[in-house]
């Protein structure tokens, strides 16, 4: 990992700006101060909390630079506390493997930032190199893989770019008679920026899922998925593209907006199992979730 000018705080990294051309106040904490009225950066100053790209120390006496950074700490806003502990199934120098529950984010982006399981387990070490090889949705549970070190991301992380792995999931869903399985389903999904929600559409197919029944209970099923890519949601759509949404997706077939505290209906959807080659030592590993999916 590249140095920063500032360290990692509570597992979280410093955040960065760059002062633009154009017209700008005499010294930096004028324009910051302007731009970010929330923020005490005379006292963060005075701290020795606010410095440039190469460590030194911003004081309200410092000229504008336009194109200098500044990095600087942000109290980060409240969050809804996620309710479920953050199991960890494996440990060695490398790598730390972990059960994500359900309504956990994986990594630190909009709204979600304390209340994600990268945050938790770099507080957990105290350790701010610890990072996801691969990312799993904020509604799925499940096997989860971090590295420890810059120096080993690469190769775990080509594992599932490569697809040199096997991803296991279970589902619970609906069930239609008319469908056989198991049966593989390909189709072209597209996810815009800035949508919730992905969609399918004609044209060539970019995903691929393979799908096998466990076990059927009335108008309900328990489903075992192998994703052979990984396209935004793609477990979902592809069972509500047969007309079996998983239980407790608020996203498809139709969307509904869940509030930030209700966590009362998780979405039966799970990586149970991780499988590959360790790329470091040669050995075969495989892990699973601990976790259950309620087949009511």
Known sequence: MTALPLPFRDGLAPLRIRLPHGDHPDTTVEYLGSEYPDDAWAS??????????????????????????????RVPAAEVPVPFELDVLYEDDAIVVVDKPHFLATIPRGRHVTETATVRLRRRYDDPEITPAHRLDRA????LLFTRASRYRRAYQDLFSTGSLTKEYEAVAGYDATLDFPRTVRSRIVKEHGVMTAHEEPGEANSETRVEIIERVGDAAR?????????????????SSLGIPIHGDPYY??????APDDFSTPLQLLARRLSFTDPLTGNPRTFRSRRKLRLI
């Open 44 to 73: 963060a100053m005075t701290r020795g909390e606010v410095v440039d790209e190469r460590g030194r120390p911003y004081t309200c006496d410092t000229r504008y630079r336009a194109g200098a950074f500044v990095y600087f700490y």
């Open 140 to 143: 799925t549970a499940g096997v």
């Open 223 to 239: 489903y075992r998925l192998f994703p052979r890519t990984g396209k935004t949601h793609q477990l979902r759509l592809h069972l």
């Open 253 to 258: 077939p139709t969307f509904t907006s869940v």
